[in-house]
């Protein structure tokens, strides 16, 4: 019985992570596909100028902390573990994609430096809105 416990809680580690990440994915590349059609953004492959890269800043932070809000909602335990194990993938993911676009000509170094550095406050704050959530709940119990 304990082993189906800890493999069903496993499991749910997973995919409180996955969930999360596939939120704050197909937020963005939802939102990418929306603006480039509306010619907001540039094709994919063609450079962006540094205001249109502050906007894809503002909007992947965003929904950088929706992403990992649900993962520490989804999470069967220690919501702010789940929600940093969500954060380093994303700095992994960005740190790769920094590397594989560096020389690309793409736009500004800002943008992928910034990426790289946000990843893991917003996992943080996604993380601290769900804690607060359950302390609030807990204290008005």
């Given at each position: 019985m304990h082993a189906t416990t800890e493999s069903s809680r496993y499991l749910r580690s997973v995919?409180?992570?996955i969930a999360g990440a596939l939120v704050g994915i197909l937020l963005s590349v939802g939102t990418d596909a929306l603006l480039q059609a509306v010619g907001v953004l540039p094709r994919v492959g063609q450079p962006a100028?540094?205001?249109i890269l502050l906007l894809a800043?503002?909007?992947r932070t965003l929904y950088g902390v929706v992403g990992s809000y649900i993962t520490a909602r989804s999470a069967p335990n220690r919501p702010m573990t789940h929600a940093m194990v969500l954060g380093f993938?994303?700095?992994a993911a960005n740190l790769a994609g920094t590397i594989?676009?560096?020389n690309k000509?793409?736009?500004p170094h800002w943008y992928p430096i910034t990426l790289i550095v946000l990843a893991l406050p917003t996992a943080w704050v996604g993380a601290k809105i769900r804690i607060a959530q359950l302390s609030k709940a807990?204290?008005?119990v």
């Open positions: 995919g409180a992570v100028t540094s205001p800043t503002a909007y993938m994303g700095l594989a676009t560096w000509g793409l736009g807990t204290a008005t």
